[in-house]
C-alpha cells in the first residue's frame, strides 16, 4: 500500500519562473493538504483540499493555487517565484470524517530552489 | 499562530525515558491532540494520537489530564535515532505547526 507519493523530489527554478508540484495521497484518503516548510521552521499551511475544492487557506498570497483531481490527487501551483519561495513542499493526505480527527500522513517534499 | 506552546529542544541520554509536554489551553470541544516526528528532510510521521486519559502503541504513550489543557509524550528508552523534531497538534481542520521541540539524544 503506498503512502503519500510526490514529484519531483527536486527541483530549481530562477526567479519569475512558474512551478507545479504534484501529490499522490495514500490510498483511501480523500483529503490533501500543501505545507512550505523553511530550514529550520515547522511546516507552514498553504491550503487544504478536498472533494476537488479548496476548503481552507493558510496566509500565502494568490500565487500560490492548487488542484484536486477526481482521483484526489493534487497540484500545487506557484507562479512568478521569488527567493523566498525556497523551500521544502510537503503534501499530506488524510481521510475527512467527522467523527474524528484523521491523522496526517505526509509525503518526503519537494526541495524547490529559486536562484 | 499556533495553538500549542512546547520547550523549544530537550536533551536526553540513550536508554532514558523521555517526556515532552504540550500545552493548549484553548482546546476545542472537537479537537484530538496528535503528535508528529520529523527528520531531517523528511515529512513528519504520525506517532499517536488521543483525546483524553493515556494511550499507548508500540512507539509511545500520550497522556492527557481530565481538563485536556495540556498532553505529555511520552518515549520510554529512547536511542539516537529518536533525535528528531516533535510536534505536537489539535484538530484536523488547517492544522497549524508550531516550531516544535527539538529532542537531541545524546550517547
Known amino acids: 500500500d503506498a503512502g503519500v507519493t510526490q514529484s519531483p523530489t527536486h527541483l530549481i527554478k530562477t526567479r519569475g519562473q512558474q512551478v507545479t508540484l504534484r501529490c499522490s495521497p495514500k490510498?483511501?484518503?480523500?483529503?490533501v493538504s500543501w505545507y512550505q516548510q523553511a530550514l529550520g521552521q515547522g511546516p507552514q499551511f498553504i491550503f487544504q483540499?478536498?472533494?476537488?475544492?479548496?476548503?481552507q487557506r493558510g496566509n500565502f498570497p494568490d500565487r500560490f493555487s492548487g488542484h484536486q483531481f477526481p482521483n484526489y490527487s493534487s497540484e500545487l501551483n506557484v507562479n512568478a517565484l521569488l527567493l523566498g519561495d525556497s523551500a521544502l513542499y510537503l503534501c499530506?493526505?488524510?481521510?475527512?470524517?467527522?467523527?474524528?480527527?484523521?491523522?496526517?500522513?505526509f509525503g518526503n517534499g519537494t526541495r524547490l530552489t529559486v536562484t | 499562530l499556533a495553538k500549542t506552546t512546547q520547550p523549544i529542544s530537550m536533551d536526553s541520554y540513550e536508554g532514558q525515558e523521555v517526556n515532552i509536554t504540550c500545552s493548549h489551553n484553548?482546546?476545542?470541544?472537537?479537537?484530538?491532540i496528535t503528535w508528529y516526528q520529523q527528520f531531517p528532510s523528511q515529512g513528519p510521521r504520525f506517532i499517536i494520537q488521543g483525546y483524553k486519559t493515556k494511550v499507548t502503541n508500540e512507539v509511545a504513550s500520550l497522556f492527557i489530564p481530565a481538563d485536556r489543557k495540556s498532553s505529555t509524550l511520552s518515549l520510554p528508552r529512547v536511542s539516537l535515532s529518536d533525535t528528531a523534531v516533535y510536534y505536537c497538534l489539535l484538530g484536523d481542520d488547517k492544522i497549524i505547526f508550531g516550531k516544535g521541540t527539538r529532542l537531541h539524544i545524546l550517547p
Open positions: 483540499y478536498y472533494e476537488e475544492e479548496e476548503r
Open positions: 484553548n482546546i476545542a470541544t472537537n479537537d484530538y
Open positions: 499530506a493526505s488524510s481521510f475527512r470524517d467527522r467523527a474524528y480527527n484523521s491523522p496526517l500522513h
Open positions: 490510498s483511501g484518503h480523500d483529503t
